[in-house]
């Protein structure tokens, strides 16, 4: 009896202080936020490049972690279209919208919407930057299969760095329009090789480099992502970056394993990098997700010791299982859960006070 009362006192004497410490505790500005999206990558793809870079990776240094459920607004399995304009606008559309709803109509993305309240906004991908994932967040088309019309929304963006691939749909055009001289007359630096992108110190940003897979391209994804960091956060107000590491998918729709380690592990590296910018930064949020899952992966055999893996897919194409969810800094804590991918953006709102709590 005597031992069960000095345990409930010692108790009492702990938790009050923490509880108080909590509640006079003010939450830690939001002041960035870098949206990084593995296009393609379930948990299984994360656990074949853990395995394949010897038993670790930098996803580890994240504690507050959800599950997102990726269905589309018209099919239990989404693609890249609709399961990122669910992030983009905050609705759940149909497979193939690019930022608009069910019923066709624009929506405001969050790009736009940080723009609109002065924030800096960017987009780092390692595919064409016309393509479904990055096109959402700054264009409005019924269809992701409309290219030209997705590079010309991005003149009218004002979205202050993209870097991706794709240049024949802005200077190679049927329509004889030069976006990219467009670009330039409106301030924009535009360059075409890794090299060259890291020479931009300030402004304006066009980045359009030849497609590639890890293995051709280097840490092109670290380095151009490490340069639109660089680039935003000189304005004072903050910024919103969004980074894909886009070809998880590629591997996965090929059903090659090896292709999907690579590019699992070239997007974690860039992952590394950005946590170790919001950790010295501080008002930095990281969240890390996926649009969905691509192959229907699983794992037969693997060594954390060697990085030996060997896998079989069950698809050439998306399943609908939750992808995880990945959450750092301030702010972090909202991610944990099992949600909706739509809510995503919800969260992006209130993390940034756009929105009442």
Same mark, same amino acid.
């Given at each position: 009896?005597?031992?069960?009362?000095?345990?409930?006192?010692?108790?009492?004497?702990?938790?009050?202080?923490?509880?108080?410490?909590?509640?006079?505790?003010?939450?830690?500005?939001?002041?960035?936020?870098?949206?990084?999206?593995?296009?393609?990558?379930?948990?299984?793809?994360?656990?074949?490049?853990?395995?394949?870079?010897?038993?670790?990776?930098?996803?580890?240094?994240?504690?507050?972690?959800?599950?997102?459920? &990726?269905? !589309? /607004?018209?099919?239990?399995?989404? +693609?890249?279209? #609709?399961?990122?304009? %669910?992030?983009? =606008?905050?609705?759940k559309t149909y497979n193939g919208a690019i930022g608009v709803d069910t019923a066709r109509r624009a929506?405001?993305?969050?790009?736009?919407?940080?723009?609109?309240?002065?924030?800096?906004?960017?987009?780092?991908?390692?595919?064409?930057?016309?393509?479904?994932?990055?096109? &959402?967040? !700054? /264009?409005?088309?019924?269809?992701? +299969?409309?290219? #030209?019309?997705?590079? %010309?929304?991005? =003149?009218?963006?004002?979205?202050?760095?993209?870097?991706?691939?794709?240049?024949?749909?802005?200077?190679?055009?049927?329509?004889?329009?030069?976006?990219?001289?467009?670009?330039?007359?409106?301030?924009?630096?535009?360059?075409?090789?890794?090299?060259?992108?890291?020479?931009?110190?300030?402004?304006?940003?066009?980045?359009?480099?030849? +497609?590639?897979?890890?293995?051709?391209?280097?840490?092109?994804?670290?380095?151009?992502?490490?340069?639109?960091?660089?680039?935003?956060?000189?304005?004072?107000?903050?910024?919103?970056?969004?980074?894909?590491?886009?070809?998880?998918?590629?591997?996965?729709?090929?059903?090659?394993?090896?292709?999907?380690?690579?590019?699992?592990?070239?997007?974690?590296?860039?992952?590394?990098?950005?946590?170790?910018?919001?950790?010295?930064?501080?008002?930095?949020?990281?969240?890390?997700?996926?649009?969905?899952?691509?192959?229907?992966?699983?794992?037969?055999?693997?060594?954390?010791?060697?990085?030996?893996?060997?896998?079989?897919?069950?698809?050439?194409?998306?399943?609908?299982?939750?992808?995880?969810?990945?959450?750092?800094?301030?702010?972090?804590?909202?991610?944990?859960?099992?949600?909706?991918?739509?809510?995503?953006?919800?969260?992006?709102?209130?993390?940034?006070?756009?929105?009442?709590?």
């Amino acid at each position: 009896m005597k031992k069960y009362i000095l345990l409930v006192v010692c108790a009492a004497t702990v938790y009050q202080p923490l509880r108080a410490q909590t509640r006079s505790a003010s939450p830690k500005k939001i002041k960035n936020i870098i949206f990084m999206i593995g296009d393609g990558m379930g948990t299984t793809q994360i656990y074949a490049g853990l395995t394949a870079n010897k038993g670790w990776l930098n996803l580890e240094r994240f504690k507050c972690i959800g599950f997102s459920r &990726t269905n !589309a /607004a018209n099919d239990y399995i989404t +693609e890249s279209a #609709a399961g990122a304009t %669910a992030f983009s =606008i905050g609705e759940k559309t149909y497979n193939g919208a690019i930022g608009v709803d069910t019923a066709r109509r624009a929506k405001p993305t969050i790009t736009e919407i940080a723009h609109q309240h002065g924030l800096s906004t960017g987009i780092v991908v390692t595919t064409d930057i016309t393509d479904a994932t990055p096109a &959402t967040f !700054a /264009a409005h088309e019924p269809s992701r +299969e409309m290219s #030209a019309e997705i590079a %010309a929304d991005y =003149i009218k963006s004002d979205v202050d760095v993209l870097i991706g691939a794709g240049r024949e749909h802005f200077d190679q055009r049927k329509d004889g329009r030069n976006l990219l001289e467009e670009f330039g007359k409106k301030g924009y630096h535009v360059k075409y090789t890794t090299e060259d992108i890291a020479t931009v110190k300030k402004g304006k940003l066009v980045g359009l480099i030849i +497609e590639k897979r890890v293995a051709q391209r280097g840490d092109q994804l670290m380095q151009t992502t490490k340069t639109a960091i660089d680039l935003l956060k000189q304005n004072n107000k903050g910024f919103f970056l969004v980074v894909e590491g886009s070809k998880i998918d590629d591997g996965g729709h090929a059903n090659d394993l090896q292709y999907v380690t690579e590019e699992m592990i070239d997007f974690d590296r860039t992952i590394g990098a950005v946590l170790d910018f919001a950790k010295k930064d501080g008002e930095t949020l990281v969240v890390v997700t996926a649009d969905h899952e691509t192959g229907g992966l699983t794992i037969s055999e693997g060594d954390l010791q060697t990085g030996k893996i060997s896998g079989k897919f069950s698809t050439d194409d998306h399943t609908g299982v939750m992808v995880p969810v990945f959450a750092y800094g301030p702010g972090a804590e909202a991610f944990m859960g099992i949600y909706h991918n739509n809510t995503i953006f919800a969260k992006f709102m209130q993390a940034l006070h756009f929105v009442k709590k």
